[in-house]
């Protein structure tokens, strides 16, 4: 049997729900990440619904790590957006967080290990820590 290596499965990337997503192997910093995604034709993830949420959850208990995802306010303080410039429409934020206002430098958001519970986003610099990130290929509009 051939698998083409064009293949996304064989290139790491998992399907659901008309996206594709890649967990990177390594750790960089938020815009390093966003670039490598860019590269492989995707974004950082933009979560739409508690499924997404969910899904991408149990890719981050698989990896076991911290994972970027594309929601940051790095144009207007305490205003999220997602990469794609759409605005937040569902919000899964860990208590106290965002904490707009106290630490003026938490501009970017990743998804950490938060024992039974879908509110695991989190803001911090996007320079000043390195983590996985998770990449989404949209298949359909």
Same mark, same amino acid.
């Given at each position: 049997? /051939? /698998?083409?290596?064009?293949?996304?499965?064989?290139?790491?990337?998992? $399907?659901?729900?008309?996206?594709? $997503? $890649?967990i990177s192997t390594e750790e960089k910093i938020w815009s390093e990440s966003r670039q490598d995604c860019i590269k492989r034709g995707a974004n950082l993830v933009i979560i739409n619904s508690e499924e997404e949420q969910k899904f991408v959850d149990e890719l981050r208990k698989i990896s076991y790590s911290s994972l970027w995802i594309g929601l940051t306010d790095r144009d207007t303080e305490g205003v999220w957006k997602w990469v794609d410039g759409t605005a937040l429409n569902t919000e899964y934020w860990y208590e106290g967080h965002p904490n707009v206002g106290q630490y003026e430098n938490e501009r970017c958001v990743f998804i950490f290990w938060v024992h039974n519970s879908l509110k695991s986003w989190y803001d911090v610099s996007c320079s000043h820590y390195m983590y996985h990130w998770i990449c989404e290929k949209r298949l359909l509009s």
């Open positions: 049997m /051939i /698998i083409s290596t064009d293949n996304p499965a064989v290139q790491g990337w998992r $399907y659901f729900n008309h996206s594709l $997503y $890649y």
